[in-house]
């Protein structure tokens, strides 16, 4: 496989888990409001934020889980523990778990 073939099946699968991959998690788990859950999951991506604070802002060798502040192993762990409350915040902890398990396969199974 052509590195510029790895790159489009990279890309797409990231954005596949960023943007599809959550309809199916609040159609499964969410049902009667699984538009709300959708929209928070999206919110989720916000975490993103901390990327601004790094220089360079995007580096493609650079994995963010572990780099950027909110991308932390100790923010990691609070959004597990989000995890055992109830309502939006579980929302919230689901949706920040899967960013950092789609940024990490960004990272660690693709091919640099």
């Not at 052509?2 to 049902?31: D, G, M, N, Q, W």
């Not at 502040?69 to 100790?74: I, K, R």
């Not at 995890?83 to 396969?105: A, E, P, S, V």
Request: glycine residues 4%; contains cysteine.
């Amino acid at each position: 496989m052509s590195s510029s073939e790895i790159f489009l099946l990279k890309t797409c699968t990231h954005y596949f888990l960023h943007l599809i991959f959550p309809v199916f998690i609040a159609l499964i788990f969410f049902r009667e409001n699984w538009k709300t859950a959708y929209f928070i999951l999206l919110a989720t991506m916000l975490v993103d934020l901390d990327h601004l604070f790094a220089n360079p802002i995007f580096d493609p060798n650079r994995g963010s889980v572990g780099f950027h502040f909110l991308h932390s192993y100790y923010s990691i762990s609070v959004y597990f523990l989000m995890l055992f409350f109830k309502g939006n915040i579980r929302i919230i902890g689901i949706g920040l778990l899967l960013h950092m398990l789609t940024d990490l396969q960004d990272f660690y199974l693709w091919p640099h």
